[in-house]
């Protein structure tokens, strides 16, 4: 199993510039999110995403668009580039579980993104 | 108040014992995770407990969990330079977020020769 797996491991964009970082498990798990992680602030929810299908917003979902057209894809889309996008975007995928459940998150390596 | 805290540094010499605090504020966790973050890479699970433990011992690792106090701390017995990294408390609400997991903001562990 691969994991979790995250492309591009870096990234330089200009201001205004659009990309998506991708995000693919080979788990099935039905949980995927999306964090960015900045220094200091610890990991801030952006989108996350419960099944194929259903998306939702996390905590910080501006500028970004998720979709789920399969269990194994979740793609982070930023539609115009903005310098305080600039971070460590990360992608964890989990089982759903219920109460009394461990659900360990699995984290990808992380993409850094600089906007400049 | 933020969810989950954690202070941002600890130093300590090596092979000295380490202890990560963190607070949380969901009496209804179910699970509290220690995820290790260690540099340019993304996090791994490195322990966890669940609610209805005290403590819980994993080879030089020893969780405990004060539910009264809403307090959790990671113990690193006999501290290696390999264990510098960033490590995060994470609790899991029973409702919520993709994998309900709200993090801390993570402390630096540094280990001094």
């Known amino acids: 199993n691969a994991g979790v797996t995250q492309t591009p491991k870096f990234q330089v964009l200009k201001t205004g510039q659009s990309m998506t970082l991708q995000c693919a498990q080979d788990m099935n798990h039905e949980y995927m999110s999306w964090y960015r992680q900045d220094p200091g602030m610890g990991l801030r929810l952006i989108h996350y995403s419960v099944g194929a299908g259903i998306t939702d917003q996390g905590e910080v979902p501006n500028g970004y668009n998720v979709s789920r057209s399969t269990t194994e894809d979740f793609p982070l889309r930023l539609l115009s580039a903005a310098p305080s996008q600039t971070s460590v975007y990360f992608c964890?995928?989990?089982?759903?579980?219920?109460?009394?459940?461990?659900?360990?998150?699995?984290f990808g390596q992380g993409t850094r993104l600089t906007v400049v | 108040g933020e969810d989950v805290e954690q202070s941002l540094f600890l130093s300590v010499r090596e092979g000295d014992s380490s202890v990560i605090n963190c607070t949380y504020t969901?009496?209804?966790?179910?699970?509290l995770y220690w995820y290790k973050q260690e540099p340019g890479a993304g996090l791994q699970l490195l322990t966890y407990i669940f609610s209805n433990m005290d403590m819980k011992q994993d080879q030089r690792l020893t969780v405990l969990l004060n539910k009264k106090d809403k307090h959790l701390s990671l113990r690193i017995a006999d501290t290696q330079t390999g264990d510098s990294a960033i490590y995060f408390c994470?609790?899991?609400?029973?409702?919520?977020?993709?994998?309900?997991?709200?993090f801390g903001k993570g402390t630096h562990l540094i280990i001094q020769p």
């Open positions: 994470a609790e899991k609400k029973s409702g919520g977020g993709a994998d309900g997991l709200t």
């Open positions: 969901d009496s209804s966790s179910t699970y």
């Open positions: 964890a995928s989990s089982y759903v579980g219920g109460y009394g459940q461990n659900t360990e998150a699995f």
